[in-house]
């Protein structure tokens, strides 16, 4: 189980919750679905947002990287430090892509904070989720036994205040053995989804 920092959220409200996502929507040069030999469950995620009401996000924005992300030790698990590095790449690049500037530098002063979490296991059931994150994004398991569950959950930080203002949690299948750019598409699929949520003005 790798853990990474995630900060306390209160005051906030659902604002979006997606179900049976599709994957990436990538296809092979044969115009087949790469995916076709996974279970259906490789397929789709489970995400649910809340924010805090009534904010909003200038598009002239910063965000960084939450202090406490620069004092991740490396995974012992090879696979879960290419995940983080992965997940690293992606968010910056998605939240550049918005119109808001990324700064990943330690002494940067950004206008918020990004802090995510990953759980590798099925230890994070509905209870557990609402109780420790105020939200559950309910994924089901279905017929796929021999693929694990993972949940990512990532917080956005207004630095001045140290006050969280918007959280998204998603829930799906973990498939090292697809590969990488497949990998990449699938996460790259989650994350647009998860930020889509963000209040952006």
Same mark, same amino acid.
């Given at each position: 189980m790798r853990h990474?920092?995630?900060?306390?959220?209160?005051?906030?409200?659902?604002?979006i919750v997606i179900s049976a996502l599709a994957s990436a929507g990538c296809s092979s040069r044969q115009?087949?679905?790469?995916?076709?030999?996974?279970p259906q469950e490789i397929t789709r995620f489970s995400i649910v947002s809340l924010a805090q009401p009534g904010y909003s996000i200038a598009a002239n924005s910063s965000i960084g990287w939450h202090p406490a992300m620069f004092k991740r030790l490396p995974a012992q698990d090879p696979s879960m430090q290419e995940a983080?590095?992965?997940l690293d790449d992606i968010l910056a690049q998605s939240i550049t892509r918005k119109g808001i500037q990324?700064?990943? #530098?330690?002494?940067?002063?950004?206008?918020?904070?990004?802090?995510?979490r990953v759980v590798l296991?099925?230890?994070?059931?509905?209870?557990?989720?609402?109780?420790?994150?105020?939200?559950a994004p309910g994924f089901?398991?279905?017929?796929?036994?021999?693929?694990?569950k993972g949940t990512l959950v990532?917080?956005?930080?207004?630095?001045?205040?140290?006050?969280?203002? #918007?959280?998204?949690s998603a829930q799906g299948l973990v498939a090292p053995d697809l590969p990488t750019d497949i990998r990449r598409l699938r996460l790259q699929s989650a994350i647009d989804q998860m930020l889509s949520s963000l209040p952006i003005s």
């Open positions: 990474s920092p995630v900060l306390c959220l209160k005051h906030l409200f659902t604002v115009g087949q679905d790469p995916l076709a030999d996974y983080s590095e992965l990324f700064t990943p #530098w330690l002494r940067a002063r950004p206008d918020y904070w990004l802090a995510y296991d099925d230890s994070l059931s509905g209870d557990v989720m609402v109780q420790q994150f105020g939200m089901a398991m279905g017929e796929a036994q021999d693929y694990e990532m917080d956005l930080v207004q630095r001045r205040s140290n006050r969280t203002i #918007w959280r998204s």
